[in-house]
């Protein structure tokens, strides 16, 4: 079964400081990767995708993500954290096989909480 | 830019009542996606549509139906409402014929409680 697993339920930081969320994925064959955040009373919004080529991808808000097929891991990063980064991550993903369905399947989410 | 577009954003209805959740895809996005975000979980796949047809079902109660009209908006029909039932609903769109690697953008959701 497919499946999307974010092992940190919260994480913490203070401000200026680098930032991990992990992700891990269970998912058939190459997958599509993403990664979205949600504040309060919002809806998701998108930061970065990884569909192929390089491991490292760059999205939004300087965030980045590394793509690791050995791992199995997409974890979310960003060098320089900011109080206005603490939110709700989700990391999801869905197959790559171009058939009807590309729905997605989310982690559990983690929040990141950055302190001043 | 535009963006998805939900209503209503809140919703308050009884046990057994019906409610209509409306989405609004950014313009030219041929795809529309449902999903389902209980209190502290992770958005649940409902449903989705391309080109006005259904094309994947995942955990959708049976007392749910929806549609995808002609000019792409779609519609979650909700019938026989539980308890259970109270939670964010989440609608996204995306372009399909962009390519496989499409983004799915989301709506701002419509908060849903069941009394």
């Known amino acids: 079964a497919q499946s999307v697993a974010q092992p940190e339920d919260q994480v913490n930081v203070a401000e200026g400081n680098p930032l991990t969320v992990k992700c891990t994925y269970s998912v058939s064959g190459n997958p599509y990767l993403f990664w979205y955040v949600q504040y309060p009373n919002r809806g998701l919004q998108f930061l970065l995708k990884y569909i192929t080529g390089d491991n490292l991808v760059k999205g939004s808000y300087g965030f980045e993500a590394e793509f690791n097929k050995s791992q199995t891991s997409f974890h979310l990063k960003k060098p320089s954290a900011l109080v206005s980064d603490s939110a709700l991550y989700f990391c999801a993903g869905r197959m790559n096989y171009g058939g009807a369905t590309n729905k997605l399947i989310f982690g559990t989410g983690t929040l990141l909480a950055v302190q001043p | 830019a535009a963006g998805v577009i939900q209503s209503p954003r809140h919703l308050i209805k009884e046990k057994r009542e019906t409610a209509t959740l409306k989405c609004y895809p950014i313009?030219?996005?041929?795809?529309v996606y449902w999903y389902q975000q209980g209190p502290g979980q992770d958005p649940q796949f409902l449903i989705s549509f391309y080109e006005k047809m259904q094309s994947d079902k995942g955990s959708i109660p049976d007392r749910f139906s929806a549609q995808q009209f002609s000019d792409y908006h779609s519609e979650l029909n909700m019938s026989s409402l539980e308890l259970g039932d109270s939670a964010l609903y989440f609608c996204a769109s995306s372009y399909r014929l962009a390519g496989s690697g499409e983004t799915q953008y989301f709506g701002p959701g419509t908060r849903l409680l069941v009394l």
């Open positions: 313009p030219r996005h041929d795809t």
